[in-house]
């Protein structure tokens, strides 16, 4: 599998914070790129963005302002699979 790379630079607006990558996400090593997920035409119908970006144009958000990351780096199919360990060594790396 992918790694999902991290967009983040000083000064962000927004820090879209996820929990970890989806396992299609980490095939494509791309933010929320599960065709079911809907977080960006959420984004676009926000308001947030000029269009609805696709997840393979994660890295635009930067352009905007806008940043992604995970608390964990590890893909699962599901969330409860993260482990407390894991949610602490993230906690930590987000400070």
């Known amino acids: 599998m992918n790694p999902v790379n991290d967009y983040v630079k000083e000064d962000l607006n927004i820090l879209f914070v996820g929990f970890n ?3 299609r ?3 494509t090593g791309h933010h929320f790129a599960n065709p079911n997920n809907r977080f960006w035409k959420i984004l676009y119908e ?8 696709e997840a393979s144009e994660d890295y635009k958000l930067l352009d905007l302002d806008m940043g992604l990351t995970n608390i964990v780096a590890r893909p699962t199919k599901a ?12 906690k930590e790396i987000l400070k």
């Not at 969330?79 to 993230?90: H, L, M």
């Open 25 to 27: 996400s980490s095939e």
């Open 21 to 23: 990558p989806s396992i």
């Open 46 to 53: 926000a308001g947030l963005t000029p269009k609805k970006y």
């Open 79 to 90: 969330a409860d699979e993260i482990t407390k360990e894991e949610y602490k060594e993230g």
